[in-house]
């Protein structure tokens, strides 16, 4: 099936850091990216769609200069969380979908935590 | 807007049980859903999709039922297992003149517990 890998899966850092986060589609071309933000025990918040080679397009009250998304090949796209605040900490998760369309396929997420 | 939600927050089953959670739907035009399970720390994965010209697709173990005039969605899993615990989330689209990269809904998520 459909692989898609997040990296890091854990951050840890200071306040006031920019921290990046890879989404890699690895045996499929991803046309559609989305990152996604989870809190705890709650469902998945859309954040951002994004695709190869044009400007994200986000979603009402996701702030694009703190989260910024780069779609630069149809296999990776980046979100960088730039000067990062302990309200940022979360679960951040891609998905992707390839030419086919639906069913996103998703990263196993990336935990952020701001000290 | 669309909200999709899940009218059991908690589900608790005992092995070999049959489970069956459901979901909501508020948007009619809505034509793709899919159900998906996230086991803690990970990412969602994909269990089964249907779309709004079926009312039933089975796989695996699993069915999801869909009834368009209320709305509604369930996903049963046969002989549940142990394995089988984890957060389930229904998720539903819009497709538009045959593509399908809408953007997800996805409903509040149900905690299925399996007991051994």
């Known amino acids: 099936g459909a692989v898609v890998s997040q990296h890091p899966s854990r951050v840890i850092c200071k306040s006031g850091t920019s921290v990046k986060i890879e989404c890699r589609s690895l045996d499929f071309q991803a046309t559609t990216m989305f990152w996604y933000r989870q809190f705890p025990k709650q469902s998945l918040m859309l954040m951002a769609t994004?695709?190869?080679?044009?400007?994200?397009?986000?979603e009402q009250g996701v702030e694009k200069d703190k989260f910024l998304i780069n779609h630069a090949s149809l296999t990776l796209s980046t979100l960088t969380v730039t000067s990062a605040h302990p309200e940022d900490s979360s679960f951040y998760i891609c998905?992707?979908?390839?030419?086919?369309?639906?069913?996103?396929?998703f990263g196993d997420g990336t935990r952020l935590s701001i000290l | 807007g669309e909200s999709v939600g899940l009218h059991l927050p908690t589900l608790s089953v005992q092995e070999g049980d049959n489970s069956i959670i459901n979901c909501a739907y508020s948007?009619?035009?809505?034509?793709?859903f899919i159900w998906y399970k996230q086991e803690s720390g990970k990412g969602p994965q994909f269990i089964i999709d249907?779309?709004?010209?079926?009312d039933k697709r089975q796989g695996q173990r699993v069915t999801v039922l869909l009834n368009k005039t209320v709305k509604h969605l369930s996903l049963q899993i046969a002989a549940t297992q142990p394995g089988d615990s984890a957060v389930y989330f229904c998720?539903?689209?819009?497709?538009?003149?045959?593509?399908?990269?809408?953007?997800?809904?996805f409903g509040q998520g149900t905690i299925l517990t399996v007991h051994p």
């Open positions: 998905s992707a979908i390839s030419r086919g369309g639906q069913p996103q396929h």
């Open positions: 948007n009619s035009a809505s034509d793709y």
């Open positions: 998720a539903a689209t819009m497709t538009a003149g045959g593509t399908s990269y809408g953007k997800l809904t």
């Open positions: 994004s695709n190869e080679g044009s400007k994200a397009t986000y």
């Open positions: 249907i779309r709004s010209n079926m």
